[in-house]
């Protein structure tokens, strides 16, 4: 306590210290040269989202021009474009998400400037499948789509946040009007649990209910009997174990669950509700958790399973018809990792998204009877130009015998080895790297830079005992997972090791920042975006403690500040810094409310009291990660500066 104290007393006596704001680089082309890169990698993807209308005669695309976003109707015959609405409705808007609810009508969800939140509809007029004009309507505001019941005439079911609880409705767009349906006693879960997620089945009818019980400290999950309407507990059980309903069978007796609470690995089971007991494991994979299940549009089956398995998204299908489509796709295109991303209703036609790590996705049409692919849109085709990098895979031993995966960039024009930058993802808890095109990764290697990114534990997707091992790891047995990695491509001799350097976001910003502190031997610099300094600080952060639960799981994650104080504070870097030998950069969004900007402030001033040189650059406007591209080109230009400055590399 005593060692805090101190601390807090040169701030206090340093603060009105003067510090040189911005040690920067002198500007030169190279930075001209990196900002225009950078736009073309880190711009909105051309098209973001596709969905094909339930008699598959059309796909809705949402698309970004760069200065509007659109939503655009493409004829699955002539392959011919319109153009439905833009950003342009009263006032200008932004497209958030879109639905299909027929054949002719599509449900978007938005944001309107001086509104928020808000439903418009789309009403297509379509004669002998060709599209003639659209009716835009405004419908409702601070509300969201939940089902769109296919099968059901102009009706579906919108959600509305209230105290944190979501009330369902069913709205019917056949009515004129549209606010007194959300009468209280429209609501279709009136009287039931205070659940935060619901499931709805083909007709709509709400059968499920599911998430944490604040009072009870408890996952819990109800069902609703639609004899007796009454809810009743079917499962409960600790907030770490996975539980998550996906499908309840059409006789209300049994519920398919993806759950690791009798497995260390999520798999897909059948719950059967009346014993309260796991019927059967439907698919599970060996090797990793399940992420999702994928569920028919109609609600009625449960078609497969998606994980993610050496790096890349993969999905399993059940059904023979399923299974022939998906190998008859990897025949036809064996370029990248296809799969189907949606169908019409009798799957006769599908969309099929191809991706890879130098793809961020290509779409196509494929029609199921006669087997044709037709491709009709990219993300960024822009992109074709740069000979992007292929990622791949690093398997390694950590200090006390942990497997870690890790993957690999390796830039492809460059005939010597690369130097090479680390990139440990955010989190540390819940959250992992892929090998799926990824902007940050692409950008650093076109720019000649190796790109590591390590699966250290704590990563997602290999099962809870692997999670719960990076709980309370911050700068400890993570950071030796990491270096794991790097020692294994050394060791392969795949890049230059006498030129690395380590830069993340988040909780990669504090690894960069605590490895400058602890290996100043591996490192020759060090940058943080939005990097925790100060971990005791983090418990002062009233969003991440603002409920006994969040408390809880800050404690579980990081440790206790009342018994740990003197932990926390030798593995935070603010508290270490006069050990920093190594440049650094330090940068951070001013509006960020996950890592207060009292982390950034604390370590400038303690480096400016020990006399350390950094780099620094505050963003406006900017939160937890990057809003503005301007931002980000402006951070990604000076940052290559930096790698280039401390590396002694070339100017690109």
Known sequence: MKKYLTFLLILITSFYTYSNEFHSFSEDSSLQKTQEIANLFFKSYQVNDVKISPNGEFIALMQDT???????????????????????FDDQINITDFQWIDNTS???ETYIKGKGKALLLSKLVINNSEFKEVVNKYLLQDVFLVNSLPNVKDKFIIGKWNEGKTSLYRLDISKKSFGGQLRSKYRLNKGAPDATHWLTNFNGDITVGYGFDESKSKNRVWLKDLKSKKWKIIWEGKEETTFKPVLLSKDNKTLYVLSNEHDDLVALYEYD???KTYRKKVYENTNVDLNSAIVSTDKNNVLGVSFIDDGFIKRTYFSEIDKILDEELKLAIDESKPYIVDFNLEKTIAIVETSSSKDPGTYHLFKIDTMEIIKFSSKAPWLKKY?????KMIKSKSIDGQSIESYLTLPESINTLPPLIVLPHGGPISVRDTRHFNSHVQFLASLGYAVLQPNYRGSSGYGKSFQNKGMQQWGRLIEDDIQSGIDEVVKKGLID??????YGISYGGYSALISAINRPDIFKCAASYAGVTDLPLLFNNVELTKSERLNKLLTKIVGDPKTELNTLMEYSPVYKAKKITIPIFLAQGDKDTIVDIEHYYRMKK?????GIKYESMLLEGEAHGFKYLS???????KLDLFFRHSLELDAI
Do not use: R, W
């Not at 303690?606 to 020990?610: F, K, R, T």
């Not at 931002?631 to 230009?637: G, K, L, Q, R």
């Open 66 to 88: 760069g200065k509007l976003s659109q939503l655009v109707l493409l004829n699955t015959q002539t392959l011919k474009k319109s153009l439905i609405i833009e950003d342009k």
């Open 106 to 108: 599509i449900i978007l």
């Open 273 to 275: 509700l009346v014993n």
């Open 387 to 391: 000979d992007l990098a292929t990622t």
């Open 497 to 502: 090791p006498n030129k690395i350097c380590i």
């Open 606 to 610: 303690i480096m400016d009291v020990y």
């Open 631 to 637: 931002s980000i080109i402006s951070f990604y230009a």
